[in-house]
């Protein structure tokens, strides 16, 4: 299936599904009745007039006490609640890959230690063919998806969350969520099996519209609330477009933290999408809805629709400095200055760079040939010249035609952050 047909209007989308809900054809388990409705209204508002939306909060979190596998040396990584950050200037000198050891990890409780010999992926769901009603669930072991066709897939995972604490730090605006810098993204080669490939061998029906993979890990509890295991519904166009199945990460079985035995890789979307750990994925001739598409990975607030956008799909463009906040450059010294840029949208066209906070700026030199779904390294000589604090700033541009704002709209729970970061030093 062509890429476009992924790109549908997905306000569209979820207003048909929602009204589905409504005249009892889709299923939302652990979505509360007020919850659809108050979407409902939402998206059937032609021209919803910006009103302060409700604050959904993502409940705070425990402390984590190992609830991330691989060591965390702390020039490496900023420990966030059971998640952690990758820091920036650990990226200086490493390729375009993002080592395993250096990939940031989001995990909503804890990594569970899975045996590939025992794992089994159930399919299931109205959405395979069978007699009506009949429940015909199909399973694939670890075996079995190795001895498929592979193909192998270089893409980025970010958090949708990326570059949260900037709504706060920049922009004044409280947001809920864990605080991540620009860290919680890296660039990875996947290799496994086409999700399209697995559907069809389970016998996929014509009738199905969504595809909902669920992890294996320990079921998360907000706000006192058991939201059940993580799960988020999937188009069935993306679905069948460019989703795998990986077992492999940089050409190593994918490591605990990051979903092994086998995880979902949803290539330019929210990290959210690319469920790790999956045990189960059910086809569904309905629609279907969790709490990781109506409560969480929605935009809230008075920007947005009341009662929330649609789900998020694609990530937006950012860039980030290869460089500690904070880091000292003498005066009269020439230096080069060193980033990243990427985008959900496209490939990276330009990146343009300003070592005066934003007064001046002038184009950075790509490093890499630009590529949708990966990042793009970039470089500017700088000599420094006069003592002082200094900001600079990056900005790109995909050739989508998007580039990096001033402000990003905020919304309640602070995701996709995408205007210029101003990036401290100091000039001695
Ligand atoms: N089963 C499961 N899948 C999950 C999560 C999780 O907590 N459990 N976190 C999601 C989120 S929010 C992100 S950003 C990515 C992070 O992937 P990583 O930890 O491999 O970097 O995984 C996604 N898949
Ligand atoms: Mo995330």
Redesign the pocket.
């Known amino acids: 299936m062509p890429a476009s047909a992924a790109r549908h209007d997905e306000t569209a989308y979820d207003r048909h599904r929602l009204r589905q809900w409504l005249a009892g054809d889709a299923r939302a388990d652990g979505v509360g009745r007020r919850r659809l409705l108050t979407l409902l209204a939402a998206t059937a508002a032609a021209t919803a007039l910006p009103t302060p939306g409700p604050a959904r909060a993502d409940g705070p979190r425990r402390a984590s006490d190992a609830t991330i596998v691989k060591p965390l040396p702390p020039e490496s990584f900023i420990l966030r609640g059971t998640n952690a950050e990758t820091r920036w200037e650990a990226l200086r000198g490493t390729g375009r890959l993002t080592p395993n050891d250096l990939?940031?990890?989001?995990?909503?409780t804890a990594t569970p230690l899975l045996d590939a010999h025992d794992w089994r992926l159930r399919l299931w769901g109205s959405g395979l063919r069978g007699a009506p009603g009949e429940d015909r669930p199909v399973e694939f072991g670890y075996d079995d998806l190795r001895a498929l066709p592979s193909v192998t897939r270089t893409a980025f995972?970010e958090?949708a969350g990326n570059g949260r604490t900037y709504y706060a730090s920049q922009q004044g605006e409280a947001v809920t969520g864990t605080a991540w810098t620009l860290g919680?993204v890296?660039v990875a080669r996947w290799r496994g099996v086409r999700l399209a490939d697995v559907l069809r061998r389970a016998g996929l029906s014509s009738r199905a519209v969504d595809v909902q993979p669920r992890?294996l890990?320990a079921e998360y509890v907000s706000g006192g609330e058991n939201l059940g295991r993580?799960r988020r519904p999937l188009p069935l166009a993306k679905a069948l477009d460019d989703v795998l199945l990986a077992y492999e990460m940089n050409g190593e079985p994918l490591p605990p933290?990051?979903?092994y035995p086998v995880r979902v890789l949803v290539p330019s979307w929210v990290?959210?999408a690319?469920?790790?750990?999956v045990g189960d994925i059910e086809v569904s001739a309905q629609p279907l809805f969790s709490p990781w598409n109506t409560t969480f990975y929605r935009l809230f607030g008075s920007a947005h629709p009341e009662g929330g956008s649609a789900p998020l799909t694609r990530q937006t463009v950012k860039s980030a400095f290869e460089l500690v906040r904070g880091a000292a450059f003498p005066a009269g010294a020439g230096q080069v200055l060193h980033g990243r840029s990427w985008s959900g949208a496209g490939a990276i066209a330009r990146v343009d760079v300003s070592t005066d906070g934003g007064a001046n700026w002038r184009p950075a030199r790509l490093h890499d040939r630009p590529r949708p779904d990966s990042w793009t390294r970039w470089s500017v000589p700088w000599r420094p010249v006069a003592p002082g604090p200094v900001e600079l700033l990056a900005r790109a541009t995909d050739t989508a035609g998007r580039s990096q704002p001033d402000v990003a709209v905020p919304n309640a729970q602070g995701y996709l952050f995408d205007a210029v970061v101003r990036h401290p030093v100091t000039v001695y």
């Open positions: 990939f940031f990890v989001r995990n909503h995972l958090c919680a890296g992890g890990d993580v933290d990051h979903g990290g959210i690319s469920v790790k750990w």
